[in-house]
């Protein structure tokens, strides 16, 4: 039977080195610290620009852009703490194969946690109907998960990109809901305008996630460095979370009206 305590030794261990190589990376170690320094602002920033926000629509959407930032914080002081970094070993096939390699797989689980958020935020402004909100961030929700299974499979290397695919078609899903279905919401809504402009930030920044994770250490390794690949991912963390929830609140706090008299299609009105 195994020994609790030996398995307790292998994670401090393994934190132990995750923490040193993290500090004496400085490209790496900044592009977590920066995180974390812009999400603490934020968090105050959305505090203060929501203190009076209408009960309703409104504030559930403010809760929702505050919840954000706070969830990043406690995910990149994971990542610091090395309490969700990892080494794994790549397999035959990959790039790397046979080399352990820095991976940070607590990013995916602030994924699955935060982009829910976006896009409640999203569904709210438009109006849309509660089962597609469901729909939308249950299909988001598998997609972040199906991306950790691809970043930390070392069995085979065919089953990465296969895991990687399903993380795709999980996307596109979103992709359609925030392209075809909640753009028509939205325009019903009175909300037509600020939607367009916060989708189109989103699914621009969005795609840039699984291009990265193709090009990097966890794809096809063309960029080989951990650090400058974490500074690409916390640079679409800051665009697609903070200034995305700027814009969002600055927006609904100008036009409490527009969003407190939109249809009752959403659960917020419920």
């Not at 592009?31 to 409104?58: D, E, H, K, T």
């Not at 089953?159 to 979103?174: D, E, G, H, N, T």
Request: proline residues 3%; hydrophobic residues 55%.
């Amino acid at each position: 039977m195994p020994n609790p305590t030996d398995s307790l030794g292998v994670l401090l261990q393994t934190q132990g080195e995750a923490v040193s190589q993290i500090q004496n990376d400085v490209l790496l170690s900044s592009s977590l610290w920066v995180n974390i320094a812009l999400a603490g602002l934020a968090a105050l920033l959305f505090v203060y620009m929501g203190r009076n926000v209408s009960p309703g629509r409104p504030r559930l959407i403010w809760a929702a852009t505050l919840m954000i930032p706070l969830v990043s914080i406690s995910s990149y002081l994971g990542l610091l703490s090395g309490l969700t970094v990892g080494f794994i070993e790549m397999p035959a096939g990959h790039a790397l194969a046979g080399e352990e390699v820095m991976s940070q797989w607590g990013r995916y689980l602030t994924w699955a946690l935060s982009t829910p958020l976006i896009l409640l935020a999203l569904g709210l402004l438009a109006d849309a109907d509660t089962g597609s909100i469901f729909a939308v961030i249950a299909a988001d929700v598998g997609m972040c998960l199906t991306g950790l299974a691809a970043a930390l499979v070392t069995s085979s290397y065919l089953s990465r990109w296969l895991f990687y695919v399903i993380s795709c078609a999980f996307f596109a899903v979103v992709l359609y809901a925030l392209l075809v279905e909640w753009p028509q919401s939205a325009a019903a809504a009175g909300t037509g305008e600020i939607f367009g402009t916060l989708r189109a930030l989103t699914v621009v920044l969005w795609l840039g996630y699984p291009i990265i994770w193709a090009v990097g250490v966890e794809g096809f390794a063309l960029v080989q460095s951990v650090g400058l690949t974490s500074w690409a991912y916390s640079a679409l963390d800051v665009l697609a979370k903070y200034v995305f929830s700027f814009l969002l609140l600055r927006w609904v706090a100008a036009n409490e009206s527009v969003v407190s008299n939109s249809g009752v299609g959403s659960f917020a009105d419920d």
